[in-house]
């Protein structure tokens, strides 16, 4: 059974910088493709970023691109979402989820497991 956490969330200046991380257990992520996922109140669920399972294919939701680097950590049990150039518009609840030799995908049904969130907040 995979479980993961998230970490790294806060409180961050318009501009300034976060890096979440996607920590599992029971389980390497190198199997696993891996999405990270934001929702705003009032919002739908929205992906941000993918990273496939075989190739490490990466996708950015057009929101994001230039601003926000998925990786993984070389060894292998974390995903990291780096957050540059942040706006308060990014301020949402961040999720990462994991698919069993996945593809990688922005949408949420591609993935059947998924970690509790972590609250990012972009605000002076």
């Known amino acids: 059974q995979l479980h993961l956490v998230e970490s790294g969330g806060g409180l961050v200046q318009p501009g300034g910088s976060l890096r979440l991380s996607c920590f599992a257990s029971g389980n390497t992520l190198d199997y696993y493709s891996v999405g990270w996922f934001r929702q705003a109140p009032g919002n739908e669920r929205e992906g941000v970023a993918s990273?496939?399972?075989?190739?490490?294919?990466?996708e950015y939701a057009d929101s994001v691109k230039e601003r926000f680097i998925i990786s993984r950590a070389d060894a292998g049990n974390t995903v990291y979402l780096e957050m540059n150039s942040l706006k308060p518009e990014d301020t949402a609840v961040y999720y990462c989820a994991a698919q069993y030799y996945g593809m990688g995908s922005l949408f949420d049904f591609e993935y059947k497991n998924w970690g509790q969130g972590t609250q990012v907040t972009v605000s002076s």
């Open positions: 990273i496939s399972s075989q190739d490490n294919t990466r």
